[in-house]
């Protein structure tokens, strides 16, 4: 399935919500014999009427214009609720893009789009959608409603935070993941894109991500990085200064000195996150900024058929 080239159709207009239909009809079309029953009524097949059956999911439209019942068979009220959490720190605002570079090739541009190609999901099978974005504090939080004007709402946050200045904000993550916990009341999916960039201790961090799955929520962690720089640490071997984005300390070295030992530790890091994920029952996604969003739709979609 081919979504780059959905997006680079309509990238041009920069309108999240176009972006993120787009997406999500470019995965659609690619679908064909679907595995997600109950993935969409927008998206239904039909099937002729047969006696006996329940008229729950006569398509009356249908009827009217062809005088034949039929069914949608992969309508279904599912009234799932979930919970999209966005971490907004200033490493999230890397890698700096050129000017002919779309803004998903960017950490937090991708979260964004990521998190609308979602709630497009969401909205067509009339599910609640809340949302929550932290950095140094806790910049917003929307619980889970289903309306339209919600739906409009949340879009035209995600999209203040692809028009927000950069400036130095640290990561507490450990502290918000415990105050989103507490406001989740009803049994939820959360999802939470982030790049796991942060002082805390890794510990008191797990605590916090296993506080998010309290009442049998179910927490699914996208670990955005930048996989060419950040994983692979591929830079020419020119002198380079290195800047935190949150602390801005800095940092002068060549970067072959360093590449086989920063590899090794990446590696490492990645492959404990996993592990730890795994052992509290968090499903752990890592992802590429400019890749496809397939992962994510398809995760979305499986983790959903396990949940409700």
Same mark, same amino acid.
């Given at each position: 399935?081919?979504?780059?080239?959905?997006?680079?159709?309509?990238?041009?207009?920069?309108?999240?919500?176009?972006?993120?239909? *787009?997406?999500?009809?470019?995965?659609?079309?690619?679908?064909?014999?679907?595995?997600?029953?109950?993935?969409?009524?927008?998206?239904?097949?039909?099937?002729?009427?047969?006696?006996?059956?329940?008229?729950?999911?006569?398509?009356?439209?249908?009827?009217?214009?062809?005088?034949?019942?039929?069914?949608?068979?992969?309508?279904?009220?599912?009234?799932?609720?979930?919970?999209?959490?966005?971490?907004?720190?200033?490493?999230?605002?890397?890698?700096?893009?050129?000017?002919?570079?779309?803004?998903?090739?960017?950490?937090?541009?991708?979260?964004?789009?990521?998190?609308?190609?979602?709630?497009?999901?969401?909205?067509?099978?009339?599910?609640?959608?809340?949302?929550?974005?932290?950095?140094?504090?806790?910049?917003?939080?929307?619980?889970?409603?289903?309306?339209?004007?919600?739906?409009?709402?949340?879009?035209?946050?995600?999209?203040?935070?692809?028009?927000?200045?950069?400036?130095?904000?640290?990561?507490?993550?450990?502290?918000?993941?415990?105050?989103?916990?507490?406001?989740?009341?009803?049994?939820?999916?959360?999802?939470?894109?982030?790049?796991?960039?942060?002082?805390?201790?890794?510990?008191?961090?797990?605590?916090?991500?296993?506080?998010?799955?309290?009442?049998?929520?179910?927490?699914?962690?996208?670990?955005?990085?930048?996989?060419?720089?950040?994983?692979?640490?591929?830079?020419?071997?020119?002198?380079?200064?290195?800047?935190?984005?949150?602390?801005?300390?800095?940092?002068?070295?060549?970067?072959?000195?360093?590449?086989?030992?920063?590899?090794?530790?990446?590696?490492?890091?990645?492959?404990?996150?996993?592990?730890?994920?795994?052992?509290?029952?968090?499903?752990?996604?890592?992802?590429?900024?400019?890749?496809?969003?397939?992962?994510?739709?398809?995760?979305?979609?499986?983790?959903? *058929?396990?949940?409700?």
């Amino acid at each position: 399935m081919k979504i780059e080239s959905e997006i680079e159709k309509v990238s041009s207009f920069q309108h999240l919500e176009m972006l993120a239909n *787009q997406v999500v009809e470019g995965f659609i079309s690619g679908m064909h014999k679907s595995p997600f029953h109950g993935f969409s009524a927008e998206f239904a097949e039909h099937k002729v009427y047969n006696a006996g059956e329940s008229t729950k999911h006569i398509d009356w439209k249908l009827f009217a214009k062809t005088d034949r019942l039929y069914t949608k068979r992969f309508e279904e009220e599912t009234n799932l609720r979930c919970h999209i959490i966005v971490d907004n720190s200033s490493s999230m605002h890397y890698p700096e893009l050129k000017s002919n570079q779309p803004f998903y090739e960017k950490k937090i541009g991708f979260s964004v789009l990521a998190s609308a190609v979602l709630m497009n999901i969401l909205k067509k099978q009339r599910d609640a959608v809340g949302l929550s974005v932290f950095s140094d504090h806790y910049e917003y939080y929307a619980p889970e409603k289903g309306s339209d004007r919600h739906h409009r709402m949340l879009l035209n946050k995600l999209e203040q935070l692809l028009e927000q200045p950069k400036v130095k904000k640290n990561t507490n993550t450990i502290t918000y993941l415990h105050q989103i916990a507490e406001k989740m009341h009803r049994r939820s999916m959360i999802i939470l894109f982030t790049d796991m960039l942060q002082s805390e201790d890794d510990e008191k961090l797990f605590n916090a991500l296993q506080h998010l799955k309290h009442n049998k929520h179910k927490v699914v962690l996208f670990h955005v990085v930048d996989y060419k720089t950040e994983l692979k640490f591929d830079f020419d071997n020119t002198p380079r200064k290195f800047i935190d984005l949150e602390s801005g300390e800095e940092v002068s070295i060549f970067a072959d000195n360093v590449k086989e030992e920063y590899e090794k530790r990446a590696e490492e890091y990645f492959k404990n996150l996993s592990l730890t994920c795994a052992k509290n029952q968090i499903k752990y996604v890592p992802v590429n900024v400019g890749d496809s969003f397939e992962k994510i739709l398809t995760t979305y979609l499986v983790e959903k *058929q396990n949940f409700v």
